[in-house]
Nanobody
């Protein structure tokens, strides 16, 4: 199983970025896909989740600014991030699962830096 995240970078506050995560080695449509983030000195936190049937959930601090989406045919999950704030600065991780056996898969992180 491989999850390859990309799209991070440095932007000013108010800017936008789109993260992508390409999955391989799993039956993608059967997995909920998640974006987590971890800021320096803080615990990793769930940012957004999209199930196989496209149901979405967001943490309160990103509602109305971030949009998670997926393309099951291309095995891709996206995180569109608008109106970025300095507090959004973190390493963002793509995650798949858990599956019926409880397995969870992680990709490598991609760094997002938002300057004020």
């Amino acid at each position: 199983v491989q999850l390859q995240a990309s799209g991070g970078g440095s932007v000013q506050a108010g800017g936008s970025l789109r993260l992508s995560c390409a999955a391989s080695g799993i039956i993608f449509s059967l997995y909920a896909m998640n974006w987590y983030r971890q800021a320096p000195g803080k615990e990793r936190e769930l940012v957004a989740r999209i199930t196989g049937d496209y149901s979405t959930t967001y943490r309160d601090s990103v509602k109305g600014r971030f949009t998670i989406s997926r393309d099951n045919g291309k095995k891709l999950v996206y995180l569109q991030m608008d109106s970025l704030k300095p507090e959004d600065t973190a390493v963002y991780y793509c995650n798949a699962g858990p599956n019926s056996r409880g397995a969870v898969y992680w990709g490598q992180g991609t760094l997002v830096t938002v300057s004020s």
